[in-house]
């Protein structure tokens, strides 16, 4: 099936410095990905639409200017946190949108990458 | 209202038993409904959609009810290794990508 591989899987970095996130789709080319937040016990909050070959769609209250997103090839997206601060110390998660086989619905569903967990000291 | 409302839990289960619970959507125009399931600290992972006309899968048995405007998931002769939470996921307008996440329903499976 469809897999989309995120890394790093885990990351602790100082504040200030900025992280990047990776985020590709192995066996299938996804002209589009999203990404994800979740701080613990709450929802996913969709952050941004990445779209390959130009600018991302940020959802309201999400900076741009801090959360880089780039969507340079249609099997690569990548999210750079810039001067990371502990508050954004959270779980982020990309995901692609891939065709359901099984069943009748023919529905787009999401699969995850498997995310990566930012602290920031 | 929120788009997606499930009651968090948690959902202590003796195994063997059968569990049910509902989330509630406030958009009556939505088209898709999933139901995932994400274990600590992991990624969601779709468990199953939700059809007009329900959807079993092994335990695991889904019903959509557009009057009421919920759609409800039910496991039955649980298993340790169902204890996670059950996220449900709604797509609020047709073509839109935008889904809509609840805060999960968090099931316990008690030896």
């Known amino acids: 099936g469809a897999v989309v591989s995120q890394h790093p899987s885990w990351v602790i970095c100082k504040s200030g410095t900025s992280v990047k996130i990776e985020c590709r789709s192995l066996?299938?080319?996804?002209?589009?990905m999203f990404w994800y937040r979740q701080f613990p016990k709450q929802s996913l909050m969709l952050m941004a639409t990445s779209n390959e070959g130009s600018k991302a769609t940020y959802e309201q209250g999400v900076e741009k200017d801090k959360f880089l997103i780039n969507h340079a090839s249609l099997t690569l997206s990548t999210l750079t946190v810039t001067s990371a601060h502990p508050e954004d110390s959270s779980f982020y998660i990309c995901?692609?949108?891939?065709?359901?086989?099984?069943?009748?619905?023919?529905?787009?569903?999401?699969?995850f990458g498997a995310g990566s967990r930012l602290t920031v000291l | 209202r929120k788009e997606v409302e499930q009651d968090p839990g948690p959902f202590n289960v003796p195994e063997g038993a059968t569990v049910a619970f509902n989330c509630t959507y406030s958009n009556s125009a939505s088209q898709s409904f999933f139901w995932y399931r994400q274990d600590c600290r992991k990624e969601p992972k779709l468990l199953m959609s939700?059809?007009?006309s329900g959807n079993e899968d092994g335990r695991f048995t889904a019903q959509l009810n557009r009057a009421s405007q919920y759609i409800s998931l039910l496991i039955r002769d649980s298993k340790l290794s169902d204890s996670a939470t059950y996220l449900c996921?709604?797509?609020?307008?047709?073509?839109?990508?935008?889904?809509?996440f609840g805060k999960g329903n968090q099931v316990v499976v008690i030896p």
């Open positions: 995901s692609a949108r891939v065709r359901e086989r099984q069943g009748h619905s023919g529905a787009n569903v999401l699969t």
């Open positions: 939700v059809y007009s």
């Open positions: 996921v709604v797509n609020p307008t047709t073509g839109n990508n935008r889904l809509a």
């Open positions: 066996d299938f080319q996804a002209t589009t």
